[in-house]
């Protein structure tokens, strides 16, 4: 079965520090690794998408590393802002040209300015 | 990147009614779509695959009978909740894409009385 894990499920951080998030996957024939974060009531906004043959992405003072060999994939995010309080969804996208993508349970970030 | 809209953004419906949500890919086609539901300080589970001119695929546990799925068009896919129940009220997403990334619709949530 597809599993797709993120610790920790929450996370208080003081404003300025750097941070990681972990997600974790049971099955390596992953597609993709994408990561999502999501306002309170509000859809997803894709932040970095990670393909099977690459092993990082980066976008401003965001990066994302995928391991497949040990179903790991963290996404860093530097300088930390109250403006990134958020839900952050991981997700492994399985299928090929399908793209069906299986959700992390989500880690609940909250900066405090 | 690529627009997904979904129709309505939020609707309340009297229980044993039922509701219609649409997701429409704005700016390019999809053949694949996929619709996923979101229970409050949860993460997304995919519940089906649309596939244009064909049927849905249903995800383990899903009820093909009550929620169904129609992509009529490579452009829009809609998603009925017949004879919804208050344990339907939830948030539900849609996406669309190519091989290479899905895009997420605004989301709809939904409540039923």
Known sequence: KQEVTQIPAALSVPEGENLVLNCSFTDSAIYNLQWFR???????TSLLLIQSSQREQTSGRLNASLDKSSGRSTLYI???QPGDSA????????????NKLIFGTGTLLAVQP | GAVVSQHPSW???KSGT????ECRSLDFQATTMF???QFPKQSLMLMATSNEGSKATYEQGVEKDKFLINHASLTLSTLTVTSAHPEDSSFYICSGGGAYEQYFGPGTRLTVT
Do not use: E
Request: proline share 3%; glycine share 16%.
């Open chain 2, 11 to 13: 609707v309340i419906c």
């Open chain 1, 87 to 98: 839900t952050y969804l991981c997700a492994g996208v399985y299928g090929g040209a399908t």
């Open chain 2, 18 to 21: 039922s509701v219609k949500i």
């Open chain 1, 38 to 44: 999501q306002d309170p009531g509000k859809g997803l």
């Open chain 1, 78 to 80: 530097a300088a930390s």
């Open chain 2, 35 to 37: 619709w996923y539901r």
